[in-house]
């Protein structure tokens, strides 16, 4: 075949492909002027056209006010939950994810009356864009008004990576929660990692959850919540030391955790060989049969380095 018909192929195929979009769209409008037959053949269509590209907003208000007329409902709120967990949902880009989740919200939300779900739709939309700022907007005024602060607090921490706003507005609004949290009700682990993210921005939030994890004994969660923060490289290097002079301490106090604490003594050490809190504790790590070699190496180049 000459190179003049592949184009000429292609351009055919095009065009009936764009005939059959045109014709699933159409049918599409007709129903929800007429009568809704088939919910999930609707999103479906739409789904479809997010995927490339065309939003169609009236189309999806139109669904809404098409169900409430057929009474389909129910049928419609069923077609968003397969529809947002099909193979079709995956096939998407992030944002036509969102686009779709949020039609779901506002459905739920809206038409049914269901809060519970509209909320679940809206969380779904945050872990695929996180700085998506409606989304978060809808979600915070209805977590804000409960008693129990971690429902918010894992709203905080599910978009401390990409704020949709001022991160040191988030931070505050963050170490408040923390600081109402209890012995009895633990933040989850992964919440507690995620906060992280806002420690730059406010430092005080590292030892509140801290004193959180020591309240709630994840002692192991404590040591890592510093681990992480340790890793942030335009930390300054005083705060450096300290947290990890914080972080020996903590593995220290625990004696089936002693022997982590042997690579932050060698990096305090390295650094200042008077460091008091690192050479105690290789002193007491000497009695630790799996970094006894390497707390007497640590200890013996810091005396040398003494002179």
């Known amino acids: 075949m000459s190179g003049s018909e592949r184009p000429a192929k292609s351009r055919s195929v095009a065009q009936v492909a764009e005939k059959a979009r045109a014709d699933r769209v159409r049918r599409l409008q007709e129903a929800l002027d007429q009568r809704l037959e088939t919910a999930f053949a609707a999103i479906d269509t739409l789904m479809s056209e997010l995927g490339d590209g065309d939003p169609r907003t009236e189309l999806w208000e139109r669904l809404h006010v098409a169900a409430v007329r057929d009474r389909k409902e129910a049928e419609v709120g069923d077609a968003y939950v397969k529809c947002a967990n099909g193979l079709r949902m995956k096939r998407l880009l992030p944002e036509a994810q969102a686009d779709l989740l949020m039609h ?10 269901d809060q519970a779900s509209a909320e679940t739709f809206l969380r779904r939309v945050l872990t695929i864009v996180p700085d998506h700022a409606e989304a978060y907007r809808r979600l915070e005024p209805q977590l804000e ?56 921005t406010l430092p005080r939030l590292l030892e509140a959850l801290e004193a959180h994890c020591r309240a709630t004994k994840r002692h192991a969660l404590a040591c890592a919540l510093f681990e992480q923060a340790l890793l942030d490289e335009t930390t300054p290097a005083a705060v450096t030391v300290q947290r990890r002079q914080r972080v020996v301490e903590l593995y220290m106090s625990e ?22 809190i690192a050479f105690k504790a290789a002193e007491r790590l000497l009695s630790v049969t799996e970094v006894t070699s390497r707390a007497a190496a640590a200890l013996l180049a810091a005396r040398r380095a003494r002179g």
């Open 145 to 200: 008004k409960l008693l129990d602060p971690r429902p918010i607090l894992e709203l905080y921490a599910s978009v401390a990576a990409a704020p949709p706003k001022a991160a040191t507005v988030l931070a505050n609004q963050a170490l408040s929660r923390v600081l109402q949290l209890t012995a009895v009700n633990a933040l989850s682990d992964t919440a507690c990692k995620q906060l992280i993210a806002l420690v730059p």
């Open 255 to 276: 004696a089936t955790s002693r022997a982590l604490a042997i690579v932050h003594v060698e990096e305090l050490l390295n650094a200042n060989p008077n460091d008091a």
């Open 104 to 113: 779901a919200a506002d459905f739920f939300q809206g038409v049914v009356g």
